[in-house]
Each structure stands twice: as structure tokens, then as C-alpha cells.
């Protein structure tokens, strides 16, 4: 099948990726003229695991347009871009112009919205341009995105016609809910809002745990996970979610809801609960510390989360930026994020970033900072994201824990 993809960023591109690996013809387009030159030069603009080696196993599948007309050979178009919130209230132009663009040079073909995108967008779309519009929510996470795209869960597709894109998903074997656009709409809020709502409720029970004396939210978590209706997933506590979706998608589902009358109070509360995470960490360094000002301070990670470059509206960085502001001089290392936060130095290594420093911050759950277990370091370590094994560390604090040593 000739299918399009419009907006190339995490998404858009591992779509595209991974429907040329199963044996599709796929045309992508993006507005970002450099974006589209490195990727005709085979190249992936961002680090995603795999997904080089999938965009170059099937280069001959793949071509990449910063024009929609590339588009009018495709029988299906996806719509990949971006829904930001502006105060709160997502901002739908990107997915107008796209459907614009797709409507102009294209409108036989089946416009699939996979952007995150509130409950009536695909049928105003339909409406307003005369597109057959199928709402094709994704639920990959950015780390796994290629596995979770060739394995998902679930797929859920909404609309009126929608067989071509039950067929063009059906080699993933996986489980499909074809229902209405609204459904499908409301089915990727209601999940993202569920499984943030998990992790500000695993942060809540940690700061109880801090101050309960024999208490590890770790523990805890292991103890509700083993329980099947609970499930051990999203209940790791630390800085909060950070990322491209939780924050956003969060805050425009409630604010979606109240333009119909409701008030999603649990979301509002586990949007609260994020929103607090940074200063309770920063609590946590200070009493390791004494005070911040004046102190010097190691933070390893910057990405969002672990096996990503993305630091989109990461608590690892706001951690930095806060840490600065309370008058603490800053180094910060990332496997992956080369860039320097102004007024923080970057290091090239973790042995660098620690030298000379007054305590050390774990904010990324990247499996390289384990080898803090073997450095053994002297100063405060504060395992902000639980990483590192409490016991190889000599003066550890980690978020939810409050253990009285046997
Ligand atoms: C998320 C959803 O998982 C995915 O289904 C959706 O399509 C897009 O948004 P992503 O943002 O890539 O994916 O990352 P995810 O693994 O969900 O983590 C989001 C944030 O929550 C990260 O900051 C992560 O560190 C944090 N998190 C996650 C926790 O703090 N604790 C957890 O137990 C899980």
C-alpha cells in the first residue's frame, strides 16, 4: 500500500519506519525543510532505539517531501503532528493545516488522525473539508516506540470507514477496538490521564513514606503491583512525569472537560501533585546538604526519561534551573543530551560531572548511573528516580524512603 505520514517527529517518523518495514510504500512529509534533508540523506534526526537500523533496512520503502503534493499518490494519510496547549487549552491549528494540506492534494485518500486530538476535532475536520477522517490514537512510549509499534496492546480506530486502516494495522495481530471518532478520541485522554494518575499517586504515597520511619515507597509499590487488578506498571515514584504528552494532554483533557460541565478532579490532582515534585526534590537535597546556597551539585540526566534525547518538559532540567536559582553552582551529564543548560556546565563523562562536588543527583533513569554502586562516592547521593541500590551507597537519599536500619 502507498501510504503518507504528515509530521516527522517521534511519531510521525517511527510510523513511517515501522509500515515500511512491513512492506508498505511510505511518502513523509514535514514543513521543516533540514528535517527532511537529513532524513532523505538516510539519516534519523532524532535518537530513538532502532530506529535507525529500521529507517536504513528499508530505505527503498521510505522517502521523505517537504511538499503535500508527494502525497497524491497515497491511499492513506496519517497526520502526525503536533496538539501543544496554549494556557491549558490545546492549540489544533497544526492538525488543521496538515488536513488542509491533505484536502487540497488529496482528498480521496483516508485522512488518520494519530495526533492527540480532543473528542469532536476528527468530525469537525470531516465536516469542514469533506475528508474521510479515521481517529487512530498511538500509545507508544518514546524508548520503546518501534517495539511498541510493532507490538502494541491495543489498536483503536474510530470512524465511519474505516477498513483501510484495520487492514494497514493488522500485521501486528493485536487486539482492535473499531468504534466511533469520539471514542476513539476520548480513549487516548482517559489513558494517558489514568496512567499519570498512577505515578502522582505512587509520588503521594512516597512523601508519606518519608515520613513514616521504617517505610520505602519502593516496597510498597512491589507489595499493591503483585495484585493483578493494580498491576505493577507506572508506579514508579520520583520527579514526576515530564515528557510530551502527560503534562500536556493532562491539562487539555481538563480543561476539554470543563467547556462540557465537568470537572475532572482526580486528573486536576495528579497535575497538582506533578507540579510539586521539583520542589520536594529540591527539599530532599537541601536537608542532605544543610543549605543550597553556596554548594555545589553533580545531576546525571536531563532527557525526560531513560533510552531518549527528549527533554521536553523534563523535571530533570527544571530540577537544574531550580537547583541554580537557590544559588547552587550546577555540572549535569547525559548519555544522550549534549546540550548545556545556560548557566550549568556540561560534562562529558559522569567521573567528570562528580568530581569536586558538594553532593550528587540521580534525576534520569538511565541504567549507566548504576555505576555510582561501584564509584562509592563520599558526598550526599540523592537517587531522585530510585535507581541505585541503597546499601552500595554510602550516604544515600532516595525519594519515599525513610529506613530504619534493622
Ligand atoms: C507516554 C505514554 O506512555 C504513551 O502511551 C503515550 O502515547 C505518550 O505518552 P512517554 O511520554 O514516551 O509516553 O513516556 P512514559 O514512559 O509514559 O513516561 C512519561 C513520564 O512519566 C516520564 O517522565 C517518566 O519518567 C515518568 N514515569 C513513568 C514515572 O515517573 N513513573 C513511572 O512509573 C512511569
Same mark, same amino acid.
Given at each position: 500500500?502507498?501510504?503518507?505520514?504528515?509530521?516527522?517527529?517521534?511519531?510521525?517518523?517511527?510510523?513511517?519506519?515501522?509500515?515500511?518495514?512491513?512492506?508498505?510504500?511510505?511518502?513523509?512529509?514535514?514543513?521543516?525543510?533540514?528535517?527532511?534533508?537529513?532524513? /532523505?540523506?538516510?539519516?534519523?534526526?532524532?535518537?530513538?532505539?532502532?530506529? %535507525?537500523?529500521?529507517?536504513?533496512?528499508?530505505? $527503498?520503502?521510505? /522517502?521523505?517531501?517537504?511538499?503535500?503534493?508527494?502525497?497524491?499518490? +497515497?491511499?492513506?494519510?496519517?497526520?502526525? *503532528?503536533?496538539?501543544?496547549?496554549?494556557?491549558?487549552?490545546?492549540?489544533?491549528?497544526?492538525?488543521?493545516?496538515?488536513?488542509?494540506?491533505?484536502?487540497? =492534494?488529496?482528498?480521496?485518500?483516508?485522512?488518520?488522525?494519530?495526533?492527540? *486530538?480532543?473528542?469532536?476535532?476528527?468530525?469537525?475536520?470531516?465536516?469542514? @473539508?469533506?475528508?474521510?477522517?479515521?481517529?487512530n490514537p498511538e500509545f507508544t512510549s518514546e524508548g520503546s516506540a518501534i517495539q511498541d509499534t510493532r507490538h502494541p496492546d491495543r489498536i483503536v480506530i474510530g470512524g465511519y470507514d474505516t477498513n483501510i486502516v484495520e487492514d494497514i494495522w493488522r500485521f501486528t495481530g493485536a487486539p482492535m477496538i473499531v468504534t466511533t471518532n469520539e471514542n476513539a478520541e476520548l480513549i487516548k485522554?482517559?489513558?494517558?490521564?489514568?496512567? !499519570?494518575?498512577?505515578?502522582?499517586?505512587?509520588?503521594?504515597?512516597?512523601?508519606? +513514606?518519608?515520613?513514616?520511619?521504617?517505610?520505602?515507597?519502593?516496597?510498597? !509499590?512491589?507489595?499493591?503491583?503483585?495484585?493483578?487488578?493494580?498491576?505493577?506498571?507506572?508506579?514508579?515514584?520520583?520527579?514526576?512525569?515530564?515528557?510530551?504528552?502527560?503534562?500536556?494532554?493532562?491539562?487539555?483533557?481538563? /480543561?476539554?472537560?470543563?467547556?462540557?460541565?465537568?470537572?475532572?478532579?482526580?486528573?486536576?490532582?495528579?497535575?497538582?501533585?506533578?507540579?510539586?515534585?521539583?520542589?520536594?526534590?529540591?527539599?530532599?537535597?537541601?536537608?542532605?546538604?544543610?543549605?543550597?546556597?553556596?554548594?555545589?551539585?553533580?545531576?546525571?540526566?536531563?532527557?525526560?526519561? =531513560?533510552?531518549?534525547?527528549?527533554?521536553?518538559?523534563?523535571?530533570?532540567?527544571?530540577?537544574? $534551573?531550580?537547583?541554580?536559582?537557590?544559588?547552587?553552582? *550546577?555540572?549535569?551529564?547525559?548519555?544522550?543530551?549534549?546540550?548545556?543548560?545556560?548557566? !550549568?556546565? !556540561?560534562?562529558?563523562?559522569?567521573?567528570?560531572?562528580?568530581?569536586?562536588?558538594?553532593?550528587?543527583?540521580?534525576?534520569?533513569?538511565? =541504567?549507566?548511573?548504576?555505576?555510582?554502586?561501584? @564509584?562509592?562516592?563520599?558526598?550526599?547521593?540523592?537517587?531522585?528516580?530510585?535507581?541505585?541500590? %541503597? /546499601? %552500595?551507597?554510602?550516604?544515600?537519599?532516595?525519594?519515599?524512603?525513610?529506613?530504619?536500619?534493622?
Amino acid at each position: 500500500m502507498k501510504i503518507g505520514v504528515v509530521g516527522l517527529g517521534y511519531i510521525g517518523l517511527v510510523t513511517a519506519a515501522v509500515l515500511a518495514e512491513a512492506g508498505n510504500r511510505v511518502v513523509g512529509v514535514d514543513i521543516d525543510k533540514e528535517r527532511v534533508k537529513t532524513l /532523505s540523506e538516510g539519516k534519523s534526526p532524532i535518537y530513538e532505539p532502532e530506529l %535507525q537500523e529500521v529507517m536504513s533496512a528499508n530505505d $527503498e520503502a521510505l /522517502s521523505f517531501s517537504g511538499n503535500y503534493a508527494s502525497l497524491k499518490v +497515497c491511499a492513506a494519510i496519517f497526520v502526525c *503532528v503536533p496538539t501543544p496547549t496554549i494556557e491549558g487549552r490545546i492549540d489544533l491549528s497544526f492538525v488543521i493545516a496538515a488536513s488542509r494540506g491533505i484536502s487540497f =492534494n488529496n482528498p480521496g485518500a483516508t485522512t488518520i488522525i494519530k495526533s492527540t *486530538v480532543i473528542p469532536g476535532t476528527a468530525r469537525m475536520i470531516h465536516e469542514e @473539508m469533506r475528508l474521510n477522517v479515521v481517529s487512530n490514537p498511538e500509545f507508544t512510549s518514546e524508548g520503546s516506540a518501534i517495539q511498541d509499534t510493532r507490538h502494541p496492546d491495543r489498536i483503536v480506530i474510530g470512524g465511519y470507514d474505516t477498513n483501510i486502516v484495520e487492514d494497514i494495522w493488522r500485521f501486528t495481530g493485536a487486539p482492535m477496538i473499531v468504534t466511533t471518532n469520539e471514542n476513539a478520541e476520548l480513549i487516548k485522554y482517559a489513558s494517558n490521564a489514568f496512567l !499519570a494518575t498512577k505515578i502522582s499517586f505512587i509520588n503521594e504515597i512516597a512523601n508519606l +513514606c518519608e515520613k513514616v520511619p521504617g517505610t520505602d515507597v519502593e516496597v510498597i !509499590a512491589k507489595g499493591i503491583g503483585y495484585d493483578k487488578r493494580i498491576a505493577p506498571y507506572f508506579l514508579k515514584a520520583g520527579l514526576g512525569f515530564g515528557g510530551s504528552c502527560f503534562p500536556k494532554d493532562t491539562e487539555a483533557f481538563v /480543561s476539554f472537560a470543563k467547556t462540557v460541565g465537568i470537572e475532572l478532579g482526580i486528573t486536576n490532582s495528579a497535575i497538582r501533585i506533578n507540579k510539586d515534585r521539583v520542589s520536594h526534590v529540591l527539599e530532599i537535597i537541601k536537608d542532605a546538604l544543610g543549605e543550597l546556597k553556596g554548594r555545589s551539585v553533580a545531576v546525571l540526566g536531563l532527557s525526560f526519561k =531513560n533510552n531518549t534525547g527528549d527533554t521536553r518538559e523534563s523535571k530533570a532540567w527544571l530540577l537544574v $534551573e531550580a537547583l541554580m536559582h537557590h544559588g547552587c553552582s *550546577v555540572k549535569t551529564f547525559d548519555p544522550i543530551v549534549k546540550v548545556s543548560i545556560p548557566g !550549568a556546565l !556540561a560534562c562529558d563523562s559522569i567521573e567528570k560531572c562528580i568530581e569536586d562536588v558538594d553532593a550528587i543527583v540521580v534525576s534520569t533513569e538511565w =541504567n549507566e548511573f548504576k555505576i555510582l554502586e561501584n @564509584m562509592k562516592p563520599k558526598v550526599p547521593v540523592v537517587d531522585a528516580k530510585r535507581v541505585l541500590n %541503597q /546499601s %552500595q551507597i554510602t550516604r544515600y537519599h532516595g525519594v519515599g524512603l525513610n529506613e530504619v536500619k534493622n
